[in-house]
């Protein structure tokens, strides 16, 4: 295999890329089956994260690596605030 063919390497015998490209969306079930509103909204804004963070990593070849390392960790910082709601909300029930 010639280096600038790209691989993706998990030695777990591609769980990994199973899980990353085709297990299916957890947050939208998780949405459609909560109840309470205020966390269907927390739920929403996780996977709003989710998807804006899958966006930037399309964009990252056309891109200043300063600017997309300072957009990734806004998003990550955000993206992790968020899930810590989530457990707080979820430890309360």
């Known amino acids: 295999m ?12 591609g769980k990994l890329a199973q ?4 297990a299916p969306d957890k947050s939208r079930a ?15 804004q996780q996977a709003a994260l989710n ?6 990593r399309v964009k990252k ?3 200043d ?3 997309y390392d300072k957009q990734l960790e806004k998003l990550l910082t955000d993206l992790a ?3 810590r709601e989530i457990r707080d909300r979820e430890a309360k029930k």
Not at 19 to 22: D, H, I, V
């Open 65 to 67: 690596q300063a600017e």
């Open 61 to 63: 070849d056309s891109m």
């Open 2 to 13: 010639q280096t600038e063919h790209a691989r993706l390497e998990d030695g777990n015998q």
């Open 30 to 44: 998780a949405i459609a089956s909560t109840t309470d509103p205020g966390m269907r909204a927390l739920l929403e």
């Open 19 to 22: 899980t990353l490209y085709l």
């Open 51 to 56: 998807r804006d963070i899958e966006a930037l």
């Open 81 to 83: 605030l968020k899930s």
